[in-house]
């Protein structure tokens, strides 16, 4: 207890020091008695890397909340200091380009500790409402762990992420998309309800008819305007199992006319759509039997050659059909009607059937896989657009068949959306077209040799890609954005750049959240742009 006494004390003194915190040192000492403030050597580490390892950049303090109202407490400590400092809301650290950073700020450890002795348990766990069909889960809650806490009710959220270690708030601070997103639209399309802390310490319960300016900017908004401390999410009956489908193609107009018809059948019954509908590029033979790539056995390797890959190239679909005991009868007719009108390569069809909680868990046994062979904890200079549907040839013919040659070193996501299931209200941007796709290099960087599998390789290839975008007239836009310079932020948002600016001079005008993202410098000082 001393020990603990006296670190909080150091990370204190620190903050008192370094930003000049004229809020009294027994105010914040008060933050401990739930949360607490830790500058434990392994807490600042972590804060100071996210999965991207592609930066570093060390914290003040890390901040374990107890509650909602211990982060309402630090910001309006953060907010009410002489010359202020930054605080950020960490979930699982799985952004690329230190988004959830704070130089000379507090990081706010939203997911937990992982056992230690630091911000033990979680401030509230998930309280499923079996008679409204919703869940109220801790902004810092990890998806795996709202399935598994749903389930248990016989129920499940409607629309995912493909990997669900990742945190709630951070999902929906971006969009969160999955191959269900055709369907129920991005995971900022199915909330409820929002508890949010503001930049100001405020912490408001906001939603379609209550705070609905702070409800619409915080869903995409990327952190800055509040900290997600409390979801409402709706929920569905859960599946018992799925059938998960992959067929090959070599012909990209093909793929895309297939992928288009499956997306547009949407407002139709469940029997006569897919429930999943996704799809991802294969530049190399390597790719083809990759992690994700579980359908095909290493001991009958596909090759490429084998299907005629049209400029050596092939594009797999990917979709699943959810089913229980009541619907297991009909599962395999349902499937077929719709498999016959699509124009994929005969002999390419692969089947699995499997749990649901299986299918929606899969790329995690991937990457314990990866750990394994210790090929998670590397660089991943990702990079996510949302291309639209006008320009998805001309992308296929400059990147898939032109830049990225036949080598790549991760997966290659594709698949389209509908805009119209994408709330325009929030403050996440999307291509102005009905449909729009997302393309997602899933990229890892190795220092094994390979010239074009190292971190300079692939981070000059990424600007290449968007460097053809830019000259090709394709209006594409970044998910999970990053840029570095305030116009190039103005250009991201295009109209919705006046609105978004005004909601952060609203509800966080000392701009001290969030600033990883680089969007807005602090107003208390500038010396944080020169290390931009």
């Known amino acids: 207890m001393a020990t603990t006494r006296l670190l909080l004390t150091f990370a204190i003194y620190r903050l008192i020091v370094t930003v000049g915190l004229t809020v009294e040192p027994t105010e914040l000492l008060r933050l401990g008695v739930g949360g607490q403030l830790s500058v434990d050597p392994a807490d600042m580490e972590t804060a100071s890397l996210d999965f991207g390892m592609m930066s570093r950049t060390e914290p003040l303090a890390v901040f374990h909340p107890a509650s909602a109202e211990d982060i309402a407490r630090l910001i309006r400590a953060a907010y009410g200091s002489a010359r202020g400092f930054t605080v950020s809301a960490r979930g699982h650290g799985h952004s690329i380009n230190g988004q959830a950073q704070a130089a000379k700020g507090v990081v706010i450890e939203m997911s937990g500790s992982r056992g230690r002795q630091l911000g033990l348990g979680k401030p509230a766990l998930p309280r499923v409402s079996e008679e409204e069909s919703y869940v109220d889960v801790w902004g810092g809650e990890l998806w795996i762990d709202v399935l598994r806490a749903t389930l248990e009710h016989g129920l499940a959220p409607k629309s995912w992420t493909d990997y669900l270690y990742l945190s709630v708030g951070g999902t929906l601070s971006n969009a969160g998309i999955s191959g269900q997103a055709f369907n129920h639209g991005p995971q900022i399309s199915n909330v409820y309800e929002l508890d949010v802390v503001t930049g100001k310490g405020e912490l408001l319960t906001c939603s379609e008819k209550q705070n609905s300016a702070l409800f619409h900017a915080v869903l995409g908004g990327l952190g800055q305007f509040g900290i997600i401390t409390r979801a409402r999410i709706?929920?569905?009956?859960?599946?018992q199992r799925v059938r998960w489908i992959r067929a090959l193609y070599s012909n990209f107009s093909a793929f895309t006319?297939?992928?288009?018809f499956l997306i547009s059948l949407h407002a139709h019954p469940a029997a006569q759509k897919f429930d999943y509908v996704e799809g991802f590029v294969i530049v190399d033979d390597g790719l083809i039997n990759n992690w994700r790539?579980?359908?095909f056995s290493p001991r009958n390797p596909v090759k490429i050659t084998s299907f005629?890959?049209?400029g050596g190239v092939l594009y797999c679909l990917e979709v699943t059909k959810n089913y229980d005991d009541s619907s297991a009868a009909r599962i395999d007719q349902e499937i077929e009607a719709l498999l016959e009108k699509l124009d994929f390569i005969p002999t390419s069809v692969?089947?699995?059937d499997l749990?649901?909680?299986d299918f929606l868990d899969r790329v995690h046994k991937n990457e314990l896989k990866l750990r394994s062979k210790g090929l998670w904890d590397v660089p991943h200079p990702w990079l996510n657009l949302f291309v639209p549907k006008s320009s998805i040839a001309d992308f296929d013919n400059g990147v898939f068949k032109g830049i990225l040659g036949n080598k790549t070193s991760g997966p290659i996501l594709i698949y389209p959306m509908n805009r119209d299931k994408w709330d325009q209200r929030t403050s996440v941007v999307t291509p102005d077209e009905d449909v729009f796709y997302l393309v997602a290099f899933l990229r890892s960087a190795l220092d094994n040799g390979d010239e074009t599998q190292k971190l300079e390789y692939l981070t000059q290839q990424n600007r290449r890609i968007l460097k053809f975008c830019e000259d090709a007239g394709i209006r594409m836009k970044?998910?999970?954005?990053h840029h570095t310079a305030q116009q190039d932020w103005v250009d991201h948002f295009g109209d919705k750049w006046e609105r978004f600016?005004?909601?952060k001079l609203e509800f966080d005008p000392r701009r001290i959240l969030a600033t990883g993202q680089r969007i807005f410098n602090p107003s208390f000082t500038t010396q944080l742009a020169s290390t931009w």
């Not at 709706?234 to 599946?239: H, N, V």
């Open 308 to 310: 005629n890959a049209n």
């Open 350 to 352: 692969f089947t699995t």
């Open 501 to 503: 600016h005004h909601k």
């Open 355 to 357: 749990p649901y909680v």
């Open 293 to 295: 790539s579980s359908f």
């Open 257 to 260: 006319k297939d992928q288009e």
């Open 478 to 481: 970044q998910y999970l954005p």
């Open 234 to 239: 709706p929920l569905e009956r859960s599946p």
